[in-house]
């Protein structure tokens, strides 16, 4: 049922940093939308590995640019209000956002390459990244650019729809790749990003997925469906790989976890002709040495990947079909004034915790959760 425009407050809760590792649920306008803007209900935030750094302040000055500020950009909810010549979307829209919105008209986002926009933090030319250096969605509400939201399948919850930015990355990341039909693949680092890449592999063609990591999360793998894992506490994660593979290491690997040392064993875990792709981002002062003549040698290719563009719709498509499973990887769901605690339990990944979603407004009747 479509919101009625009366029915919007004029005042709502929203997570404010106030400082370097600070925060509190304040109470904040409900913005305007603009012109090419929507007003959007939060029905579902999904805790995103990048929202700790921001809310510890390690890159204050740009993530966030000042305080107070709203962060959260993995989300879903509905229009709320249109703004100005807005004519794509209606109030009553389901929609999933995502966190950059280019300029639009520099020579990256010419060629569909937003996420590189060349106008990168400059408002005036309409850039934002949401929940970044622009306002974001762990609020009741928030506004967005009709350029950064997709209307979401009826048969896709709006939980399901706070993880099609995670999933678009990793989506992102194997189209650069491509997947070798019938081949096989390994996943470093089996996280939200890592159990997705596992699962949409095997969606593209994949034949074998091999997963590394530790822990719970190796164990959830498996339990998932991995081929085979390899536990790089207890094995030499390169010599367990290529004895799996019979010596021919994988054709695609995926590093999801962006720790030290991994990219130079992905790039000895490839097989010739080989791609490694980057998905997990590591620490800013991380630097790594890397076999320079075995990448020569063996012609691997080495693709960084930044963030979802393009693809939101070809997820919504594949969760609405089936075709990729994300709901069972949301192990915990929090109200807005519970936020602290969601943190805490992702951090700390509490009683198994994957994928945590925080929930702005309570779920209503009709709600697809």
Known sequence: MNMKKNTIPKRMQALVLTAPGKFEIREKDVPDPGPGEVLCKIKAV????SDPEIIRGDLAGTWPPEYPFTPGHEWAGEVAAVGPGVSKFSVGDRVAGEAHNGCGYCSNCL???????LNYGKKESGHAHYGFNTTGAYAQYNVVSIKAVTRLEQAVSFAEGALIDTAGAVLHGMEQSGITPGGEIAVVGPGPIGLIAM???????????????RGSRLEKAQELGA?????FEESDPVKALLEITGGRGVNELFECSGAKGTLDQGIQMVSKGGKVVLLGVPSSTLREQV??????HNQVSILGSRANPNVAWKINSLIAAK???????????????????????????????????????????????
């Open 291 to 296: 076999n320079f003549r075995h990448i020569i």
């Open 111 to 117: 060629n569909g390459r937003y996420n590189l926009c």
């Open 227 to 231: 081929d085979g894992v390899i536990n």
């Open 199 to 213: 699962r949409m592999a095997k969606a593209l063609g994949s034949a074998r997925v091999i997963v590394i990591g």
């Open 46 to 49: 999904a805790i995103c590995g």
């Open 323 to 369: 075709k990729l499973k994300v709901a069972d990887l949301i192990t915990h769901r929090f109200p807005l004034a519970e936020f602290e605690e969601a943190l805490r339990t992702f951090l700390e990944r509490k009683e198994g915790a994957v994928k945590v979603v925080v929930q702005p407004n309570s779920p209503e009747a009709g709600d697809k959760e």
